[in-house]
């Protein structure tokens, strides 16, 4: 079954420090979506990407945080100076439409 | 925008038995529901979902019910086995959102 690869699995950062968090999306995939889940929490969308654009992004998604598919293959997250709230596992999920999203196994990462 | 609520948070069943895991949403304009199942330390994994058109949906085990009308909709797990045990989470779209919204999650306990 087709899977989104994530890496890497661990990533631990220094605060202030600027991190990437890479995904491979299944080949066929048109929408690419990141959530994160702080531990113990619920999984929260961050952003939306279509077309080589944003379409959606929440309140979380501030300036410290940019998205792009440099290579048409990889689907990277960056946070531009990581905080201790960043602390979280990130989740790559991509769709070949609006619905039936496939979740990678997600990147955790750990702001010291 | 979405809440999504999710009863219980914790759901303890004896192998064999059935169980119920249940979702209130707030936004009538959403029109799809999935239901994700998380493993420790990998992504949510989707097992079922369900539009807005349907009112109950079966796959094997595993059924889905909705309620427009009272905006709710529920995860039946019948025949419950060891490997069962997991966090479920409930989400919902729609209304022109891109973005999921999860519920806070339910760890489901089989006690063999």
């Known amino acids: 079954e087709p899977e989104v690869t994530q890496t890497p699995s661990h990533q631990v950062t220094q605060m202030g420090q600027e991190v990437i968090l890479r995904c491979v999306p299944i080949?066929?995939?048109?929408?690419f979506y990141w959530y994160r889940q702080i531990l113990g929490q619920k999984v929260e969308f961050l952003v939306s990407f279509y077309n080589n654009e944003i379409s959606e992004k929440s309140e979380i998604f501030d300036d410290q945080f940019s998205v792009e598919r440099p290579d048409g293959s990889n689907f990277t997250l960056k946070i531009r100076s990581t905080k201790l709230e960043d602390s979280a596992m990130y989740f790559c999920a991509t769709s070949w439409g609006n619905y039936g999203y496939t979740f990678g196994s997600g990147t955790r990462l750990t702001i010291v | 925008g979405e809440n999504v609520e999710q009863h219980p948070s914790t759901l303890s069943v004896q192998e064999g038995d059935s169980a119920v895991i249940k979702c209130t949403y707030s936004?009538?304009?959403?029109?799809?529901f999935p239901w994700y199942k998380q493993e420790l330390g990998k992504g949510p994994q989707l097992i079922i979902d369900?539009?807005?058109?349907?009112g109950e949906k079966k796959d094997q085990r595993i059924a889905v019910t909705l309620n427009k009308t009272a905006k709710h909709f529920s995860l039946h797990i019948t025949e419950t086995q060891p490997e069962d045990s997991a966090v479920y989470f409930c989400?919902?779209?729609?209304?022109?959102?891109?973005?999921?919204?999860f519920g806070k999650g339910t760890h489901l306990i089989i006690q063999p």
């Open positions: 936004d009538s304009a959403s029109n799809y």
């Open positions: 080949s066929n995939h048109l929408y």
């Open positions: 989400a919902a779209i729609g209304g022109g959102a891109d973005g999921l919204t």
């Open positions: 369900i539009r807005s058109n349907v």
